[in-house]
């Protein structure tokens, strides 16, 4: 079982990455927020520098519905290095998708494989696919694949949901499993809840096939999610001292990259809506951190959080 970090956007930055990587590990392939512009501005830059992936395995993601955007945004993450990139079909942001991006442009089916037509045609590098299965109705599913079997995929990472489902409902497995027979030959992962070793354990029940899934919001919330998924993948165990390792070096290279407290603040509390998963009893905490102003109040609320409370028993089958 090969293991995917999923990318989310202002979340999964190369600062994060790292420091997961350097204190958990057990991802076989990393995948930057989306790169919206083929003027790429100084933070998604900071995503692809070589130096900010060390050791990590790392696909770029792009999120446009222009062909000519695409291939100009390509050729210039292949001065980096890179060989692959991953277009974004899966976001199912309204922001987003009013746009016909991101999972938006599955409702143009048409248009998209002109699209496809072109960056598969011209792309210097190859092109890995995370798409949805819809707008509003699972039916549109088959005709959504017919398009993704006239190219070839270096990866088609599947969310079995449909982009007016958000993050909602449970997953419709069987269009994984639909997927996996329409594309043989063609690497496929599965994205989409893996929360649990019962998570993965009904996903391979549904699908046996299954041999790669991408993780976002199950990690998050539990940094030793993929240990307990394949007991071979991570030797590291999540104490306090190493959660509390982990945080300061997050903390402290957004301190760095970051003009100001306010913005560096702005990010740990976004990463805490899901840290506070990995500890018992920890609310009243949280709720000073989300106050803290400035590096010195939040710097004692945090303390005061690990040395209070305990790390969350993370050896359930209940969903974090």
Same mark, same amino acid.
């Given at each position: 079982?090969?293991?995917?970090?999923?990318?989310?956007?202002?979340i999964?930055?190369?600062?994060?990455?790292?420091?997961?990587?350097?204190?958990?590990?057990?991802?076989?392939k990393?995948?930057?927020?989306?790169i919206?512009?083929?003027?790429?501005?100084r933070?998604?830059?900071?995503?692809?520098?070589?130096?900010h992936?060390q050791?990590?395995?790392?696909v770029? &993601?792009?999120?446009?519905?222009?062909a000519?955007?695409?291939? &100009?945004?390509?050729?210039?993450?292949?001065?980096?290095?890179?060989?692959?990139v991953n277009l974004?079909?899966?976001?199912?942001?309204?922001?987003?998708?009013?746009?016909?991006?991101?999972?938006?442009?599955l409702?143009v089916?048409d248009?998209?494989?002109?699209?496809?037509?072109?960056?598969?045609?011209q792309?210097?590098l190859?092109?890995?696919?995370?798409?949805?299965?819809g707008i509003?109705?699972?039916?549109?599913?088959?005709?959504i694949?017919?398009?993704?079997?006239?190219?070839?995929?270096?990866e088609?990472?599947?969310?079995p949901?449909?982009?007016?489902?958000?993050?909602?409902?449970?997953?419709?497995?069987?269009?994984?499993?639909?997927?996996?027979?329409?594309?043989p030959?063609i690497?496929?992962?599965?994205?989409?809840?893996?929360?649990?070793p019962?998570s993965?354990?009904m996903?391979?029940?549904?699908v046996?096939?299954?041999?790669?899934?991408?993780?976002?919001?199950?990690?998050?919330?539990?940094?030793?999610?993929?240990s &307990?998924?394949?007991?071979?993948?991570?030797?590291?165990?999540?104490?306090?001292?190493t959660?509390?390792?982990?945080h300061?070096?997050?903390?402290?290279?957004?301190?760095? &990259?970051?003009s100001?407290?306010?913005?560096?603040l702005?990010?740990?509390?976004?990463?805490?809506?899901?840290?506070?998963e990995?500890?018992e009893?920890?609310?009243k905490?949280?709720?000073?951190i989300?106050?803290?102003?400035?590096?010195?109040?939040?710097k004692?609320?945090?303390?005061?959080?690990?040395?209070?409370?305990?790390?969350?028993n993370?050896?359930?089958?209940?969903?974090?």
């Open positions: 079982m090969k293991f995917y970090l999923a990318p989310m956007e202002g999964t930055t190369y600062i994060y990455r790292t420091a997961y990587n350097r204190y958990f590990g057990g991802i076989d990393y995948f930057t927020p989306f919206a512009s083929k003027k790429i501005n933070r998604e830059l900071n995503e692809i520098l070589p130096e992936n050791g990590l395995s790392v770029p &993601q792009i999120l446009t519905n222009r000519e955007e695409f291939l &100009q945004i390509t050729r210039k993450i292949a001065e980096y290095g890179y060989d692959t974004n079909l899966g976001c199912p942001s309204g922001t987003v998708t009013a746009r016909k991006r991101g999972a938006g442009f409702s089916p248009e998209l494989d002109r699209f496809l037509y072109e960056i598969y045609a792309s210097p190859h092109i890995s696919i995370k798409t949805r299965i509003a109705s699972v039916d549109e599913w088959e005709a694949l017919a398009i993704y079997q006239k190219y070839p995929l270096a088609l990472i599947v969310h949901r449909l982009q007016k489902e958000l993050y909602k409902l449970t997953p419709h497995k069987e269009a994984f499993a639909s997927a996996l027979a329409a594309l030959g690497p496929l992962c599965y994205n989409g809840d893996i929360t649990s019962k993965l354990s996903l391979l029940d549904a046996p096939q299954t041999d790669c899934v991408m993780i976002g919001r199950g990690i998050l919330r539990n940094p030793v999610l993929v &307990q998924l394949d007991e071979h993948k991570i030797i590291n165990s999540c104490s306090k001292d959660f509390k390792t982990f300061d070096e997050i903390f402290e290279g957004y301190a760095v &990259q970051m100001g407290e306010t913005p560096t702005f990010k740990m509390k976004d990463l805490w809506t899901y840290f506070i990995s500890f009893g920890a609310e905490h949280l709720k000073k989300r106050k803290a102003s400035t590096y010195s109040e939040y004692i609320a945090v303390n005061s959080l690990f040395r209070d409370c305990s790390i969350a993370y050896h359930t089958d209940t969903p974090v």
